[in-house]
């Protein structure tokens, strides 16, 4: 056996306590155990999408398994296998290297997912986005309590929408440190956290290379938000047909990456972590395993 060869998938996560934090990695017992301790999972969304030449296509999922990994270390809460590929508004489609799937695959393959991390047991269960497409997941949500009958805490969520307020333009995150522009795609904001998380698979000398030629919208700012809705515009970013990247953003990066620092993507994501653990822990507190809020509907309580 090559002692050098370490499988992708071969090494173990471990949260404080020593215990496993990815279910696919127990046996049977040792996820019996887990849901006695906890029965809250994080279930991470992400997609396989062109970042640009100084990325990798698979940061979605990075950021968003790294942020749930943080979180189930401290708190001893579970994370699901995280769903590589994801579903892309219209403007993406054609990127070389971005793989979408068709939103009602997409839908039905996620509310799969849930209905069975229910049936396992469970019951508050973390849809975590790390990619642009936090407008088709509330239906996975609506679809597993009421065309599936699942008995469970479901919560959609997106990493950024834990710190929406330190990513707008002009927030100083530390001296020399600033948020220079809006958070878009594969830019500042978003290659600044992948720096931060993977440098390993960044390329900063091709920043000046990934940057983009001219921005463009079909919406002025004023009405318009950019990814994240971080300004909640009358418009966010997924309620317009927008400009096809293919077109206008060949590179794949919409924005400016030479703005982007590894310091700045260690405020943003420490925060997400600081604040995800928060509300974690508020959610062990007030709903211990086996208690759940009752979010469905009572047999008999429809009639048509």
């Known amino acids: ?32 155990e887990r849901l006695q301790e906890s029965d809250i999972i994080f279930l991470p969304c992400g997609a396989v999408e062109n970042h640009g030449p100084q990325a990798p296509i698979g940061e979605d999922v990075y950021i968003g398994t790294y942020i749930a990994e943080r979180v189930a270390h401290d708190t001893g809460v579970s994370i699901a296998p995280p769903i590589f590929y994801g579903s892309h508004p219209s403007h993406h489609h054609g990127m070389f290297g971005t793989i979408p799937v068709k939103k009602p695959v997409y839908i039905g393959y996620v509310t799969s997912v849930v209905k069975w991390l229910s049936n396992t047991g469970f019951k508050k269960i973390i849809i975590f986005n790390s990619h642009g497409q936090e407008y ?32 707008k333009v002009g927030t100083e995150l530390a001296p020399g440190h600033r948020i220079e522009t809006p958070f878009i795609h594969a830019d500042e904001v978003e290659t600044s956290v992948t720096w931060y998380i993977v440098p390993h698979l960044v390329y900063p000398e091709k920043f000046e290379e990934a940057k983009a030629e001219r921005m463009t919208a079909v919406i002025p700012e004023k009405w318009a938000d950019k990814a994240g809705n971080v300004y909640s515009r009358p418009f966010g970013w997924y309620d317009i047909s927008q400009f096809m990247e293919l077109e206008y ?10 703005k982007a620092t590894s310091k700045k993507g260690e405020i943003i994501v420490e925060t997400a972590v600081q604040r995800i653990k928060e509300f974690v822990e508020w ?14 509907p009572s047999e008999g309580m429809f009639r048509f």
């Open 1 to 32: 056996m090559n002692q050098d060869f370490k499988a992708r998938f071969g090494i173990v996560s471990l949260n404080k306590n020593g215990k496993k934090m990815y279910i696919d990695q127990m046996s049977t017992s040792e996820l019996r």
């Open 136 to 167: 088709v997941l509330p239906i996975v949500k609506d679809d597993a309590i009421i065309e599936e009958g699942v008995h469970a805490l479901i919560l959609v969520t997106s990493w950024w929408a834990w710190v929406r307020d330190i990513l």
């Open 249 to 258: 953003f060949p590179k794949g990066a919409v924005g400016d990456p030479t």
């Open 283 to 296: 959610l062990k507190q007030n709903y211990p395993p086996n208690k759940v809020p009752v979010v469905w």
